[in-house]
């Protein structure tokens, strides 16, 4: 199971980026998709997650600015982020709890490779 996450970059605060994410191999469902970060000399942290049946949830930090969502028979998660502050500069890592593979085989925690997202004030 490979997690390609893309979309970061630089932004002004007040501004927006579209992060997304897309869950690759021999997959035969993903279960929860969800967006952590993890700012320097922070610990990771939830951004938001959601459910194979879109339901979603949000750390308080981000509601109302951020929204998740899910495409592409659910392998294809997305975080729009608006009304972006400085204090959401942090590298974005993909995650999925559970994927059942082709074969049967369940595959725990995958996580993607990280996108650096910048606030600039």
């Known amino acids: 199971v490979q997690l390609q996450a893309s979309g970061g970059g630089l932004v002004q605060a007040g501004g927006s980026l579209r992060l997304s994410c897309h869950a690759s191999?021999?997959?035969?469902?993903?279960?929860?998709m969800g967006w952590y970060r993890q700012a320097p000399g922070k610990q990771r942290e939830l951004v938001a997650t959601?459910?194979?049946?879109?339901?979603?949830n949000y750390a308080d930090s981000v509601k109302g600015r951020f929204t998740i969502s899910r495409v592409g028979t659910n392998r294809t998660v997305y975080l729009q982020m608006n009304s972006m502050r400085s204090d959401d500069t942090a590298v974005y890592y993909c995650?999925?709890?559970?994927?059942?593979?082709?074969?049967?085989?369940?595959?725990?925690?995958?996580w993607g490779q990280g996108t650096q997202v910048t606030v600039s004030s």
């Open positions: 995650h999925t709890d559970r994927v059942v593979l082709t074969g049967g085989r369940l595959v725990y925690d995958s």
């Open positions: 191999g021999s997959i035969f469902s993903v279960n929860v």
């Open positions: 959601i459910s194979r049946t879109s339901s979603a």
